[in-house]
Structures are given as C-alpha cells and as structure tokens.
C-alpha cells in the first residue's frame, strides 16, 4: 500500500466549502420551503416519466409524498432528526429514473423503494451491533491483553433510543481504553445548543479505567470554534497531534492521535513527526478517516482505528 499524492486535488471530503459541502448546504435550504410549495415541488420529477398520464402522475407524486411523510414522522415519534425534505426530493429524483420503466415493473419496484426507505431511515440506524475484533501481538506478554473500544460518528442530532443503547452497549462491555475519532454532532445540528448539550450528556457517561481519548472529526462538522469547547470540560482528552504512553497490567502501549483535515499531504507530516523512535511497544494510531492508512503501515503501527465511512466503502 503506497501513499498518492493529493497535493494538487482542490476539494476534499468532510471539508468546509468542498463541492459536496457545497450541495448539501443547498439542499439543506429546501427545509425552507413552505409545505404546499414543496408537494408542488415533487410533482417536477414524476412529470417527465408520467408524460401523457395524469393517472401514473398522481400515483408517482403519492410515492413521493409517502417518503415525505415517512421521514416528517421521524422527529414526532423521536427516532431521528434531520431535515425531512431535502432527501426526500432526492428520492423522488432516483425514484424518477425507475419511473421510465414500464408500470407493471415500476409500481412494484415503488412499492419495494417504500420498504427500502421505511428499512433505512426507521429500522437499520436503529440496529446497534458490536463488532469484535482481536489483535494478537508479540509485544504483549503471553496471557495479557486489553480490550479496546471504537466508536466513531457519533452524528448526535438529539438524544433518541439510538444513544442510549450505544450508552448501555459500553457499560455492559467495561472496555479498558474509549478511542473516539470524531464527528459528534450530525451536519444539520453543528451550531445548535441543545445538540451540543445532549452530545455532552452521552459523551460525559463514557468510562474506562485507562480514560476516555478523542480526535477530532470532519472540520465541516467538527467546527474549530465548536470542538474545543464541546470537550473542554469533559472527562476526556484530545490528542491534537499527540503521541503518550499508557500502562494496563504491566503492559505498555503508545497511543497516537492525529489531527484530521482530510488533505492526507499536510497530515502526514503530523502524523511522521510523531512516530516513536523504537516500534517495540505496541503502537494504536487513531484517525478521523482511512486516509492515512498507507502512512501508518508504512510507519509500522500496529493498529489504525479510523471512521468517516460509516462502514460503507471501508468495511
């Protein structure tokens, strides 16, 4: 695994600004749409596959409000709380393109799209699962070891059932070490005071006898002038661009955490300024993204922990 050179690259993801950044800021001004405008709004994606049809029209526009009301029901039932409307004209655009097939393909691939939306916004964000992975290393004594917990994207709109249970899924796995490598709060709810309360809430329960270490996140979400003050005064430390050692059952270990700014050339030479002089202890990178995963290999740590994809592209 050899590091690319992203120097000359001008946008780069989870950055502030970014073309992405840039869309989802856009669709976020959707919310401000007056709900009569808006029905009116998801009529524009049905009419060129209904063409000629006021009958598939209507029948495409009522899928489409379906997913409205479907994710406008989420906030009032306290499952999640994000803007409804922006993604529900995209699922009217992508629900458009399967529109063009022919209605006895198309209704029923609809009314599967409705299952789908109903399964990822109400059912799977809810599934909390614990991923169990081990390290068997000759730096270790036979016999000892220590558990070690990763969380990450953490994306707090409000407190909901989903925290608690992650909450709970700590206290009962007494893990000896927290690692955390950023995003706390979800992009629409980055400056909102409550969020930034509540996230405090569920951040302060978490508890481990070596301590509780953070880096931070996205600077899209993470903000500069929000982060800092979002931990300061909770029982956790943040490793901006730090490397220390820790000691479990006569065992040490070194902890590095590298800050994230998703440009892998200027974080790098963070992230080789710290390497130690000798790999003989057992050696944890923890970084926001997989980005530097060529970095640290070639560095020779034992182990990066890293988030960002949310188990999707890097699994």
């Known amino acids: 695994m050899e590091p690319i050179d992203f120097s000359r690259h001008k946008n780069f993801p989870g950055t502030q600004g970014n073309q992405f950044d840039a869309v989802l800021r856009r669709f976020d001004d959707l919310q ?33 409000v379906g997913d409205w009301l479907l994710l406008w029901l989420l906030p009032q039932k306290k499952i999640s709380f994000g803007p409804e409307k922006p993604p529900t004209l995209l699922l009217a655009i992508f629900r458009s393109l399967v529109a063009f097939l022919p209605i006895p393909f198309s209704i029923p691939l609809q009314i599967i799209g409705t299952g789908l939306v109903f399964y990822g916004f109400w059912i799977e964000p809810q599934r909390i699962t614990v991923t169990r992975q081990s390290l068997v290393t000759s730096k270790f004594q036979p016999g000892k070891s220590i558990r070690v917990m990763h969380l990450g994207d953490l994306h707090l709109e409000r407190i909901t059932n989903r925290e608690r249970k992650l909450n709970d899924a700590i206290r009962q796995l007494a893990p000896d070490l927290i690692l955390f490598s950023g995003d706390v709060l979800n992009l629409s709810y980055v400056e909102d005071p409550l969020a930034i309360q509540q996230a ?31 931990i300061q005064d909770l ?58 995963a060529p970095e640290a290999a070639l560095a020779g740590y034992d182990l990066m922990l890293a988030g960002h994809t949310h188990g999707g592209q890097v699994c």
Not at 32 to 50: G, M
Not at 256 to 278: K, M, Q, W, Y
Request: hydrophobic share 50%; glycine share 4%; with cysteine.
């Open 200 to 230: 405090q809430e569920i951040i302060r329960q978490w508890q481990a006898p070596l301590g509780v270490f953070v880096v931070n996140g996205s600077e899209a979400v993470d903000l500069a002038h929000i982060f800092p003050k979002l």
């Open 235 to 292: 029982p956790v430390r943040w490793l901006n661009n730090q490397a220390i050692r820790l000691t479990h059952d006569h065992q040490s270990l070194i902890l590095t955490g590298v800050f994230c700014s998703h440009r892998p050339f200027r974080d790098a030479p963070a992230l080789n300024a710290l390497i130690p002089e000798t790999m003989d202890e057992l050696n944890i990178l923890i970084y926001h993204s997989p980005d530097l």
């Open 32 to 64: 401000n749409i007056p709900a009569p405008f808006f029905a009116l709004l998801l009529l524009l994606p049905a009419l060129l596959p209904a063409w000629g049809s006021w009958i598939y029209l209507g029948i495409l526009w009522l899928f489409f």
